[in-house]
């Protein structure tokens, strides 16, 4: 296929993750095309509502070569990126707001990374769609426009020629689906095998944020839970049970920890044993069904099924890709 052209747009304040991971992903896919004698896949550009330097959130700059005005970017992709303060941002710049309105439908395919997706909902784009963010906003974009479809544990989704991502690595991901959709499934795998990532993410963005907010809030109901599944992974635990060892009514358990984390007591429960088990695999020569017992898990099939749905892979796979020890599943 001809040469792809990409327009990531930059404003002050954009996500520098979210420009520069997918631009590794497209830079790699080329090198890879180019190894097979291939011409480049990718014409990566930087535009802005002017050419010249702009900051990102991590206060490093990067160069705006192509203005927004450009009928260049009719031609391609054009991806948009969000902002750690993405209300005001859409605000400030409502240029960016414009041209989507006025040539947005006009373009080979829309890209929002992570709150990027702000920007199409403004320009009333998602309309009737259904779209991801960031979990942290996804409840603000529902609020802010009830028309669009909010499903806010979705790593990326694509309707039509409109694709939106959840937070910031998620970006990588959806970047490596368009490589696969453009050049198959082998060029995408050795650029997520390059990145040391996989192809393909699975499982719900709630399900694992909600375990690193667990952690930060060492008060909360679901670190202290989360501390009593690691210091007892075996122990099996009813929901009369936890309730009363909290000194709550079941409501109120359940109503509190699906507040503070967006998982039931099962979800959550399981994803701690998950995590944990992720943990054994990296750094321990411990067989699965040994993995499987310290985890919690009522077996190794139980494991299996849940790494494979969580995750997308076997915890076998799991251990050969991200294991310390060297060691490979048995």
Sequence with gaps: MATSLISIVLYPGFKLLEATGPLSVFNYANARLAAAGKAPGYDVAFAASAPGPVMSDNHISLLATVPLASPDLLNGRVILLGSPDIENAVVENG???????????????LVALCSGSFFLAEAGLLNG?????????????QQRYPAVNVDS??????QGKIWTSAGVTASIDLALSIVEDDFGR?????????????LK??????QFSALLQSQNEEHSLAAKLRGRVL?????????????AAFAMSERNFMRTLKKQTG??????????RLELARQYLETSAHGLKQVAFAAGFS?????????????????SDYRQRFSSTGQAGR
């Design 153 to 158: 544990n979705a790593i990326f989704i694509r």
């Design 263 to 272: 998982l039931s007591p099962t979800q959550f429960i399981e994803n701690v």
């Design 299 to 315: 077996s190794q099939e139980h494991m299996r099924r849940t790494f494979k749905k969580r995750i997308g892979v076997s915890p």
């Design 129 to 141: 769609l259904r779209a991801t963010t960031h979990w942290r906003v996804s409840d603000k974009l």
């Design 95 to 109: 240029e960016i707001v414009a041209w989507l309105k006025n040539s947005g439908l006009r373009v080979r395919e």
């Design 186 to 198: 082998e060029v995408a795998l050795d650029v997520a095998r390059e990145l040391v990532v996989y």
């Design 201 to 206: 993410r699975q499982g719900g963005q709630s």
């Design 231 to 243: 210091d007892s992974p075996q122990e099996s635990i009813s929901i009369h049970r936890l309730a």
